[in-house]
């Protein structure tokens, strides 16, 4: 089945420790998303990336690393320098470029610093 | 600064009634809006996509609808299920930027 596959699902991290979420989506689209989801906040932009070894900072990129080496893949690097990391972290792709296009979004993964 | 606005937070409704979630923003130079459905700890649901150039789009039991001039989507909800409890997001696009979410609607359908 076409979609998005988020991994791992739930990850405990110690302070001070880089995790990488892995994203990867077989819907051949051009463009792929990081947010992060906090309680009563809407959903907010991390990296963003329209093709492929080419990605640009959301609104919070600061902590957070990416990479874009296939179209299929876009893995997060949480590293130590994010304060507050512990959040619900949401991966989308929509076909075409522009932020324009129909979203589609991975099942997630819960990153909890212990 | 563009926002979008999801007014209640929470709703609960009787099984079988017709129900409208709300989404407001601020621009009216709107690109498209979408709906999305979250249910809890998992990700987001895309419901409906409705372009600048459209009045509203349907599926199955939703309409949603788009109203540039007055800053405001409606997403309706027919003949209302248990299974239709859920988060409701909206988030618009406007002119070429990026999403921009609201903080959503959360339904409980009383059965």
């Known amino acids: 089945d076409g979609g998005i596959t988020q991994s791992p699902k739930y990850l405990f991290r110690k302070e001070g420790q880089n995790v990488t979420l892995s994203c990867e989506q077989n819907?051949?689209?051009?463009?792929m998303y990081w947010y992060r989801q906090d309680p009563g906040q809407g959903l907010r932009l991390i990296y963003y990336s329209q093709i492929v070894n080419d990605f640009q900072k959301g609104d919070i990129a600061e902590g957070y690393s990416v990479s874009r080496e296939k179209k299929e893949s876009f893995p997060l690097t949480v590293t130590s320098a994010q304060k507050n990391p512990t959040a619900f972290y949401l991966c989308?792709?929509?076909?075409?470029?522009?932020?324009?296009?129909?979203?589609?979004f991975g099942e997630g993964s819960r990153l909890t610093v212990l | 600064k563009q926002e979008v606005t999801q007014i209640p937070a929470a709703l609960s409704v009787p099984e079988g009634e017709n129900l409208v979630l709300n989404c407001s923003f601020t621009?009216?130079?709107?690109?498209?809006l979408q709906w999305f459905r979250q249910d809890p700890g998992k990700g987001l649901t895309s419901l409906l996509l409705?372009?600048?150039?459209?009045r509203e789009q349907t599926s199955g039991r939703l309409n949603a609808s788009l109203d540039k001039s007055s800053g405001r989507s409606t997403l309706y909800i027919a003949a209302s299920q248990p299974g239709d409890s859920a988060t409701y997001l909206c988030a618009a696009v406007f002119g070429n930027e990026k999403l921009t979410f609201g903080t959503g609607t959360r339904l409980t359908i009383i059965p």
């Open positions: 621009d009216s130079a709107i690109y498209n």
């Open positions: 409705i372009q600048s150039s459209q």
């Open positions: 989308a792709s929509s076909l075409g470029t522009g932020h324009t296009g129909e979203l589609f």
């Open positions: 819907l051949n689209h051009d463009a």
